[in-house]
């Protein structure tokens, strides 16, 4: 049997503030955060209840909402890479799909994102250059 696990987040609200906006411009109310990491089946079809036997994301959780809080960016993508190497540092993680959006883009609507993927091979060559 081939098992894979994932942990997902989905709608997180940051506190950040990133991007350089003219008079006319929508300013974002707000950006969202998802996440998607791939974890050891073993660490999510358990033998017993307790945290001894799961990946603990509320650590990951929290040191991303204190990054998004400290100070402005002029990018997403500055912020994604930032989320990556964080996320980088915690090996059980396998894989990470991050997706960073901003709402509104125009007219009280629509959303716009920056997606960044990476496979295991991509977080271990991350992890090297650590």
């Known amino acids: 049997m081939t098992l894979t696990s994932k942990i997902e987040l989905r709608d997180m609200l940051l506190p950040t503030k990133i991007g350089t906006y003219g008079p006319d411009d929508p300013v974002p ?3 969202l955060l998802d996440l998607i990491l791939s974890v050891a089946a073993t660490q ?37 890479s930032q989320i990556v190497h964080l996320r980088a ?24 994102g920056v997606r960044l993927t990476l496979n295991k091979n991509d977080l271990a060559e991350l992890r090297n250059s650590l």
């Open 29 to 31: 109310d707000h950006h």
């Open 44 to 80: 999510v079809l358990i033998p017993g209840d307790g945290m001894a036997h799961v990946f603990d994301y509320d650590p990951l959780i929290a040191e991303i909402l204190t990054l998004a809080n400290t100070g402005h960016r002029e990018t997403q993508e500055w912020l994604i």
């Open 89 to 112: 540092q915690y090996r059980d993680i396998r894989a990470a799909d991050v997706y960073l959006r901003k709402f509104p883009v125009h007219q009280d609507s629509g959303t716009l």
